[in-house]
Structures are given as structure tokens and as C-alpha cells.
């Protein structure tokens, strides 16, 4: 039996070229929010939805070689998108495609502590 895969996580800044579309792009920089993969693999990123689809979305690709952005718009993944699934399937938020793990397979420590963080009163 395996043990935990753990999200990427390697950051890019979005180019300010493409903060200037009229996008709802989120952050200015993003992270790979692939399970960990060999460095020869691109990083891919969730940068924006894209306006007027629902199953789309744009991703920021790059590699650690080559620190261009480049976009792709992708469709989404639909394991776990299957409306006959029942109430206990969970959703995969990546692309159709990617590589192994569904994002609900993948441990990300980072966006736990962001989430136990936001639940404590401000001080």
C-alpha cells in the first residue's frame, strides 16, 4: 500500500499581459495543483473560468526549465461529475486528462492550514 501523494505546488506569477483579459482570474500567482510529478512534466495551474462555459476552464502551464506561461483552455474532469454518482462521490477539480490523481486523492498541507486558519476567530 502506497502512502499519501502530495500536491505539487510550484508557484509561477501569471504574466501581467494576462491579468489584463477579461478574465476572473483569481491570483497573480498560481500553483501547480498536479499531484507530484518528474520534473520533465508541466506545472498546471487553474488561472481563470472561462466566460461562457461551464465545463471549461483556463490553465496556466509551465515547466521548471522554461518559465514562459503558457494557457490552455480545458475541459473539465468529470470523475466524480456523474449526477447518477450518489451524494458520496467527490468531485475532481482538475482537467479532463490529467495525470494520476483525481484532486481529491492528492494531500495539500498548504490549503488545510488555510482552511484551519480561517475558521479561528480574528484577533
Do not use: K
Not at 31 to 59: I, N, Q, T, Y
Not at 64 to 69: G, N, P, Q
Not at 105 to 112: F, H, N, T, V, Y
Amino acid at each position: 500500500m502506497s502512502g499519501p501523494q502530495f500536491v505539487c505546488g510550484r508557484r509561477v506569477r501569471l504574466p501581467p499581459s494576462f491579468l489584463l483579459l477579461p478574465l476572473d482570474a483569481p491570483a497573480r500567482v498560481v500553483r501547480c495543483e498536479l499531484a507530484e510529478h518528474p520534473p520533465d512534466h508541466e506545472h498546471m495551474a487553474f488561472a481563470a473560468e472561462r466566460p461562457g462555459s461551464r465545463d471549461e476552464a483556463v490553465w496556466a502551464a509551465w515547466a521548471d526549465t522554461d518559465s514562459e506561461v503558457r494557457f490552455h483552455v480545458l475541459p473539465d474532469c468529470d470523475t466524480g461529475n456523474d449526477a447518477s454518482a450518489g451524494p458520496e462521490e467527490e468531485f475532481c477539480t482538475l482537467y479532463a486528462g490529467h495525470i494520476p490523481r483525481c484532486s481529491w486523492a492528492i494531500e495539500d498541507p498548504e490549503s488545510a492550514v488555510e482552511m484551519l486558519l480561517a475558521t479561528l476567530p480574528p484577533l
